[in-house]
């Protein structure tokens, strides 16, 4: 950066660096200040009335959560947002998927941390990740090298923030939901063949095309295969249509789009028997394989968060969301569902061979592409004959 | 709340096309080019019109994207974009040539009567799109699905020939 300025050109060069940064940073920083700001929030004398009135803290802090952009800030990075996903999704599930996995290897898993089946396990593995080494290889890219994880835990923070958890539980309620979740999910393919190309490495590169080759292939039935919902719903909004499977679970009017839809989840997850971008056998870790330490703790926790939105979105579009009976709460009723969805997302891990790219390419773009088509097909027949409203 | 959003997208767009211009690697131009067309989409959503947006980034960074870096990726060659000395009659042709064209489209959007425009009164529903789509416009709708299928059809005529000779 300290070259020296020769010419005029140089010159202007350095002018457009410096406006650029000075934008980008006042973008970042001070934009959400001034988002702060704009709130009904009166720092000095709320603080001296507290201090005279210790006993309204409690209620002072519940209304100051209901107001908008406090709602919206703690549902981001507490319950239905980056906290909860965080330590439900990718510590518990993760720990559920070991102890599953190992039961059904009838080995026994995890034992001693935590006492209760080594429950506290993956929380000490995050610190063990934490603590180690960043390394950075000869010849990566380094800028785009450190951006890819970050950037792949900002695609999956953008889509926990549309999935509704209940009706007054969610983070954003978009009228556009249903393709806006796959308009982000599309970001993937792009993050994925840059952490193969920037890690200068020829298995990261293969994991890259390969992921990228899987990805196009089954995200396009996994759209399709949720237009039938959407016809019957009427609406592209996540809300309106958990609300109209209050009669009928959609899992019961779409078997055959919940069936595309679950086996293009497990494809777009890289989850076995679709992991062949990360084939521990050939290509090590396949895209992932240079990334130590935290870079690859947030892969895992992207990872695992992608897991629990596809499987929210299931939950969502097939299962009826939050609804259920009444004493227990809509939220219960729907991590109980995306639970159980992700049980069976797990499952296929311990019980099935991994396929070769031949074969999944042609399963992709044949039978599940047919599949989804006939879905579409047969839900405007039912719709034209008057079957379903 | 809306105007900063606006000129922070409006940052982001026209600041990741320069940089996609003035990228020395092309992957970067790449990556600059995908920026600003995210850019645009959070403009659409600004514009409310929710239904452009989400199909600017499904089609322009799910597809059009991922299609650039792929055949980028494909094809890559060490310093491609050589610096040529260019001469300054050309340098100043092109810049006549470039003002010309900022000047035609800033008369061209102020010979409309957008400025006019005071608020949006029937807002676009997809089931609106979607009845314009089948009945009154299906004949472009038809013509440009024949269009896109003849081009698909092109192209698996001419991967085939390619495989051909590769033999099985």
Redesign the interface.
Known sequence: MSKPITTFEDFVKRIIIVVFWVALVSVVVLLPIYYLLDAEFHFPVDFIHLAINPNLIIAYQLNLLATEPFRTLFALTVFPGFTFVAVYGTIFMGWVERKLTAKIQLRTGPMYAGRLEGILQNIADFFKLAFKEIVIPNGVDTATFVAIPFALMAVAGALVALVPLSPTTYIADPSVGAVLVFAILGFTPVIVLLAGWASNSKYPFLGGLRALHQLVAYEIPLILSLVGTVVLAGSLNLMNIVQAQSGLWYLFLQPLGAIVFFIGALAELERIPFDIPEADSELVAGWQTEYTSMLFGTFQLANFSRMYILAGLFTTFFLGGWLGPAPVPPEAWFILKVTIVMIFMMLPRSIMPRLRIDMLLRAGWVKLLALSFANIFLTMVIVSLGLVH | ?AD??F??MA??TV?SA?FALEAK?I?YGA?GL?GSLFGVATLFFLLDA??VA??Q??VY???V??LI??TV?LVRQENWAKEVKARSLTRVAGILTGLAVVFALVFAVIATNLSQFSSITNSAT??NIGQLISTGDSPILEVLALVLAASVIGALTLSRVDREDAGR
């Open positions: 709340m900063p959003i000129i922070a940052v982001v600041g320069i690697e992957i990556i995908a929710p239904y989400v199909f980034i499904s960074i799910g597809a994207a991922v870096l792929f990726m997809f089931v």
